[in-house]
């Protein structure tokens, strides 16, 4: 109805003629050239029909903006594929990124950067072992329908080197609870940010991923309360380095820091004075993100003199780090593919052993021998209650979904069934060989819910029905249903588990505004489908492809409050192309804010040409 009215109004603009001529065409090109933007921000039904025409277009082919490629150009600086890590030649903000974090390290060993290696280095391996740091990455190559995300070695060498400060800051100052309680105590170059977060395992990577490219680009060293769990199930993410913080010292910081509302206040008073701020350990944010002055340069350059922070939160707004000026140009040219989240959780949230061991497991025993395999999340947010409500309506929505969009093959009606004839059907009057159970095509699917409604129907389906029309064999797999979220070291392991598998999919089917699927998104760099669960039955939408493999910032501030700078008080989605809402089906009567990848932009710039192009002008 949307894109009706649209054309209605297009049509009424320009009175076209029956039969319009080239000459007169010519100008709707242009035209629509020069209004996409002010249509994709003030439209939201332009906006879904754009994003849905972009969406459908890649829908084989998968994000060609991920291919390997052997030469990437980040402004004018060309990295070769072939040059190790330290030989890159480098885009000026991020070698001034670099040199900030090497500086730091050398203030912190008070000269030049003590080695690290020998028997040093042997132990700290031998106590902190961490297998998926090479094993990981090779999982995801064996992806036979999904492309995997390029080698960023800018990033590699930035993390390398944020690596090296966390282990100077740390070895120089030893016991860093006596080191907070001792205000006295300095070391040039070594400043910290605690990261406080809480709820499901998603949330929990959601916001220290956030925090830590935060303490990357402002040389602070990350630490992790043990009680968030994430300690005890991930990999030491820094050689001979610990991010580890015990629950005493968590406390210890609680009782000395500012909150974040005096740390406003106080930077309000040294601007109206023109005087330094005298904190020396204050809370940023509430218990959801930082709050709306963060994002100024004013309130950051005044945080610069804090040695002490703690970020307390549960979402994802590590890419909003685009929108504070001073950080912008090196994370511009950090990530020219806006390819962030992900990247950051390979690097630093790597499953321990442990945990690595039951991934493994999971992979050889139900996973390995696939030919195709297909992730689907479901998440009722109410437990039972919603379950009971929706569980008919998603399991058809899920059914329908992965049938109309070719993810999963359709099951063979028999013979007397009316629509046997259907063409769709024809491979269906051939009967199963010999051959084809010596060499079956598998499909497995992997589904990770509370409940088990949707791997009961499904299977039902397939194993009911003696083939599908692409010959396929579908396999169902669900590793747990508890029925209730827990919480606790287990649990989050499990979680971790069946994260790490279901990004391991070629395809991805995902529940909105669920921080579990948006992580699995993220590790395995895919760009997943929504299902639709807000529209009552009967209601035609039953999945949206989403707008890239970034998750959303879900009730993101879009709007900058800077008292003391500019923007003032602009929207940042309209200063920045890469910016864009989240998809209506992601966030419904909410608001959210995502990265996309500027080919994206392209690409829908080439949509909405021809959808001109296509608008019948001559009917009434």
Known sequence: MANQSLAKRLKSAFRVTPTPTIGKVLPLFCLGLFLLPLF??????????????????????????????????????????????????????????????????????????VPYGGEE????????????????????????????????????????????????CTTRVGDLENYFKNENASIPGCKFVVAETHFGLGNKLYHLSSVFLYAVVTQRVILVPESTTVPAIMCEPFPGSSWKMKPRFLDQVKKKRKTSAQFYDDVDLAVKNSSPLDTYASAISNEWKPEPRFW??????????????????????????????MFRPAMEAVFPDRIVFGRILRSVMLPGDPVWERILHVNEVYLRNADKQVGIQVRYWKGEKLYDEKNELVNDRVKRCVWENNIL????????????????????????????????NITKVLIASLFLGLHDHLNDIYLRHETTTTKEAV????????????????????????????????????????????????????????????????????CERGLGIEPCFLGANIHYSCKYDPPGYQDVPDLFSYFKSCLFIDVGDGYGMQMVPDKLLIDLKRSFISFVCRLDLSSS
């Not at 829908?59 to 004018?76: H, I, K």
């Not at 002490?308 to 909003?320: E, R, Y």
């Not at 009606?413 to 063409?423: C, L």
């Not at 669900?478 to 606790?488: A, D, R």
């Open 40 to 113: 994709i921000q003030s439209s939201d039904s332009v906006n879904r029909f754009l994003r849905a025409r972009f969406t459908s277009s890649v829908e084989e082919e998968l994000p060609s903006e991920l291919a390997p490629q052997e030469n990437l150009a980040v402004d004018n600086t060309t990295i070769s594929r072939s040059k190790a890590p330290a030989s890159i030649e480098l885009a000026k903000p991020v070698k001034e990124l670099v040199d900030a974090i090497r500086e730091a390290t050398r203030l912190a060993w008070g000269g030049d950067p």
């Open 121 to 168: 280095k042997r132990n700290w391996e031998e106590q902190n072992p961490c297998r998926a740091r090479l094993e990981l990455k090779p999982l995801y190559s064996q992806r036979k329908h999904m492309k995997d995300i390029p080698e960023n070695e800018q990033w590699d060498l930035v993390f390398e080197e944020y690596g090296k400060l966390h282990r100077a």
């Open 296 to 325: 100024c340069d004013t309130e950051q350059n005044y945080l610069t003199k804090i040695t002490w922070l703690t970020i307390d939160g549960c979402l994802l707004w590590v890419h909003k780090l685009w929108a504070i000026d």
């Open 409 to 440: 093959p359709e099951v063979c009606p028999s013979k007397e069934d009316p629509n046997f004839d259907d063409p769709k059907y024809a491979k269906c009057k051939d009967k199963l060989t010999a051959a084809d159970h010596k060499h079956p």
């Open 475 to 542: 396999g169902l797999i669900q590793l747990t249903n508890e029925m209730i979220q827990g919480s606790g070291v287990e649990v989050d392991s499990q979680a971790l588990v069946e994260i790490i598998s279901l990004s391991m999919s070629d395809v991805l089917l995902v529940t909105p505004m669920s921080t579990f699927g948006g992580v699995a998104q993220a590790y395995g760099g895919l760009i997943p489908w929504f299902i639709e669960f807000a529209k009552p039955k009967g209601e035609p939408d039953q």
